[in-house]
């Protein structure tokens, strides 16, 4: 079992940063464990933002945040981030930091067994 906890949400203006991080305990990453960022604002679905592979080697983005979100990890930590730049409105939800067994970039909630209980982020205009 892993349990997962997220941190690092808050209120931001547009064009602005914020730093969230994924701390894993319980059975910590694996080799195996890919590991991702979802979010889910108001009346919407839950979406998928990013994901990395254990060894950081492979990355991948939904076209919405490509070359604004960076997704990393840190094993020795047992955590995961996103770095989130350039920051608007639309970006205004619920961040849940999500983990699965395998190796390829599942980009459906329905494909991962493990999940945070979210931070908020709300970018102001």
């Known amino acids: 079992q892993v349990q997962l906890v997220e941190s690092g949400g808050g209120l931001v203006q547009a064009g602005g940063s914020l730093r969230l991080s994924c701390a894993a305990s319980g059975r910590t990453f694996s080799r195996y464990t890919m590991a991702a960022w979802f979010r889910q604002a108001p009346g919407k679905e839950r979406e998928f933002v990013a994901t990395i592979s254990w060894s950081g080697g492979t990355t991948y983005y939904a076209d919405s945040v490509k070359g604004r979100f960076t997704i990393s990890r840190d094993n020795a930590k047992n955590t995961a981030y996103l770095q989130m730049n350039s920051l608007n409105p639309e970006d205004t939800a619920v961040y849940y930091c999500?983990?699965?067994?395998?190796?390829?970039?599942?980009?459906?909630?329905?494909?991962?067994?493990?999940w945070g209980q979210g931070t908020q982020v709300t970018v102001s205009s």
């Open positions: 999500a983990a699965r067994a395998g190796t390829y970039a599942a980009t459906g909630p329905n494909e991962y067994d493990y």
